[in-house]
Structures are given as structure tokens and as C-alpha cells.
């Protein structure tokens, strides 16, 4: 999932109580200067579930894309 935004920086800390969570950090532009906003990959067990590990008014947009340990599903 990843929490995208300009401007100030959303989620900097990681959200308490989200045992779901794999990692949590910043996505940065290709030469680290940029904070593009926030990457989370979570264990959910549909998009609006997953999408709510980030506070939501926070972010121009938040995306999931579905993955599986070692990649895309089929």
C-alpha cells in the first residue's frame, strides 16, 4: 500500500496497534531527496481494511496493489 502526498510530511510514525503491518516507512523520489509519501505493505483482508492503516484525509491518495509473499499473485 502506498500513501501518497506532497506537501507535509503524513505518517511519519508507525500507527500503534497494527499487528498487520510487514514494514512501514517513507517513499522517496529516486535520489532520496523527495518524501513522495508513505510505503506500507499490511496483511488485510480486502483494500478498505488495508487502506486503513493510514489516516486517510492525510494523503492526496492511497493505493493498494494486491501481493503475496514472493510477488504478484498469479
Given at each position: 500500500m502506498l500513501g501518497l502526498g506532497t506537501g507535509q510530511a503524513a505518517g511519519l510514525a508507525v500507527p500503534p496497534g497494527r499487528d498487520e503491518?510487514?514494514?512501514y516507512g517513507p517513499l522517496?523520489?529516486?535520489d532520496g531527496d523527495t518524501r513522495l509519501g508513505t510505503a506500507a505493505p499490511v496483511r488485510a483482508p480486502d483494500p478498505d481494511t488495508a487502506r486503513g492503516?493510514?489516516?486517510r484525509d492525510r494523503y492526496a491518495d492511497?493505493?493498494?496493489h494486491h501481493r503475496r509473499f514472493g510477488g504478484r499473485p498469479p
Open positions: 503491518l510487514i514494514a522517496l523520489s529516486d492503516v493510514l489516516t492511497i493505493e493498494v
